[in-house]
């Protein structure tokens, strides 16, 4: 199945500072999600934008949607140490409900 | 939010045994649930998509006779890794898709079955 890019790979920024994870895809999408996973754990949905939205945000969560870059963008403001963990968008759902997700970005918040 | 329960959180077995993992959706009913593996510092790849009362539908190159899912009932999945072999060793993991009132549907995950084949 068809895996989605994210750059970077792994970003380690301060705390207090905003972290930027984009996410390029490959096929049309319905909506566009961003999931969490600290170490060895399951994942936590984040987010979700339509693909007829351009922008959407929850708390800290700053989410971008360009379908005709295929591509988004996650952005986190004023980053904790609570906020280290991997990052993944994933694309999918529709009538399958199955998710593909990329390859994720190792986030590391120095306190 | 929905809560998926995935057992158990880390099995060793050896090399030849097969090992069942179990994924309850607690809260809910799951028609369907997916089924992840995951390698160090990787991303999730699909493996299959369980569905409940008939076969599952694998993904391109996984191999059906060596992972068996059983979802007998609405609201568990079972993945069964087959004489597994320490390449089989990995982290596995389940997800249930539920209806998002942002429209689509949002995925929740278990925690995980980390598999050590020594």
């Known amino acids: 199945s068809q895996q989605g890019e994210e750059d970077p790979q792994a970003l380690s920024i301060q705390e207090g500072e905003n972290a930027t994870m984009n996410c390029s895809y490959k096929t049309s999408i319905n909506n566009l999600q961003w999931y969490r996973q600290n170490s060895g754990r399951g994942l936590v949905h984040l987010i979700l934008i339509r693909s007829n939205e351009r922008e959407k945000h929850s708390g800290r969560l700053r989410v971008t949607l360009d379908t005709s870059k295929k591509s988004s963008s996650l952005l986190i403001t004023a980053s904790r140490a609570a906020d280290t963990a991997s990052y993944f968008c994933a694309t999918g759902g529709g009538a399958t409900n199955k998710l593909i997700f990329g390859t994720g970005t190792l986030l590391a918040v120095q306190p | 939010g929905a809560v998926v329960s995935q057992h158990p959180s880390w099995v060793i077995c050896k090399s030849g045994t097969s090992v069942k993992i179990e994924c309850r959706s607690l809260d809910f009913q799951a028609t369907t649930m997916f089924w992840y593996r995951q390698f160090p510092k990787q991303s999730l790849m699909l493996m299959a998509t369980?569905?409940?009362?008939?076969?599952?539908?694998?993904e391109q190159g996984v191999e059906k006779d060596k992972f068996l899912i059983n979802h007998a009932s609405l609201t568990l999945s079972t993945l069964t890794v087959t004489s597994a072999h320490p390449e089989d060793s990995s982290f596995y993991i389940c997800?249930?898709?539920?209806?998002?009132?942002?429209?689509?549907?949002?995925?929740?995950f278990g925690q995980g079955t980390r598999l050590t084949v020594v």
């Open positions: 997800s249930a898709p539920v209806p998002n009132a942002g429209g689509g549907t949002e995925a929740f």
């Open positions: 369980s569905n409940e009362g008939s076969k599952a539908t694998y």
